[in-house]
T-cell receptor, first 112, second 112 residues
Framework: KNEVEQSPQNLTAQEGEFITINCSYS?????LHWLQQHPGGGIVSLFM???GKKKHGRLIATINIQEKHSSLHITASHPRDSAVYIC??????????????FGKGTKLSVKP | DGGITQSPKYLFRKEGQNVTLSCEQN?????MYWYRQDPGQGLRLIYY???????QKGDIAEGYSVSREKKESFPLTVTSAQKNPTAFYLC???????????FGPGTRLTVL
């Protein structure tokens, strides 16, 4: 079983829809990251959070430490939001402390 | 403009040849990383460096080597010992090992 699991793997939405991408993890963490990867391959960091909720524009990220679960929400989705969204966690134990463990990503396609 | 540059964007090499991928950052970050991305898999850590003249192996270091002689530069050499080198390689940097990471545009390596 992967230490970081994302769902769904693929998601197609109509422009304007509210979108939720989920991330569950099974290890102790110091922080959780949400990243966005565009078709060209470049990756942009969206959020780094260790508790509660963060908002940036139409993007909202939440984390529940007790349940080891995080969600990324996109409000009023737009075709330019089409990308792969990646969840990653920073280990908080052992010799690999601070290293990131990545999920496989959720491919989002927003249709006009 | 501050950022991370990787060169070249596309690289072709023959089996048995070593090849070096470049990564430069002007963000004054102490920590730098090399990741490998394969289709259908999450990013995996090859090597990382928390400070100049020091680096550590990641999860898949076999067949790779790095150096960190300057703060701005963290080149990755893919040696002929790497059995399956065809992949997308991403470099990243962060203020320190526990902070948000910033990614370069990536180098797509194909072994012919």
């Amino acid at each position: 079983k992967n230490e970081v699991e994302q769902s769904p793997q693929n998601l197609t939405a109509q422009e304007g829809e509210f979108i939720t991408i989920n991330c569950s993890y099974s290890v102790g963490i110091s922080a959780l990251h949400w990243l966005q990867q565009h078709p060209g391959g470049g990756i942009v960091s969206l959020f780094m959070l260790s508790s509660g909720k963060k908002k940036h524009g139409r993007l909202i990220a939440t984390i529940n430490i007790q349940e080891k679960h995080s969600s990324l929400h996109i409000t009023a989705s737009h075709p330019r939001d089409s990308a792969v969204y990646i969840c990653a966690v920073s280990r908080n134990y052992g010799g690999s402390q601070g290293n990131l463990i990545f999920g496989k990503g959720t491919k989002l396609s927003v249709k006009p | 403009d501050g950022g991370i540059t990787q060169s070249p964007k596309y690289l072709f090499r023959k089996e048995g040849q070593n090849v070096t991928l470049s990564c430069e950052q002007n963000l004054n970050h102490d920590a730098m990383y090399w990741y490998r991305q394969d289709p259908g898999q999450g990013l995996r850590l090859i090597y990382y460096s928390q400070i100049v003249n020091d680096f550590q192996k990641g999860d898949i270091a076999e067949g790779y080597s790095v150096s960190r002689e300057k703060k701005e530069s963290f080149p990755l050499t893919v040696t002929s010992a790497q059995k399956n080198p065809t992949a997308f390689y991403l470099c990243a940097s962060s203020m320190d090992h526990y902070n948000e990471q910033f990614f370069g545009p990536g180098t797509r390596l194909t072994v012919l």
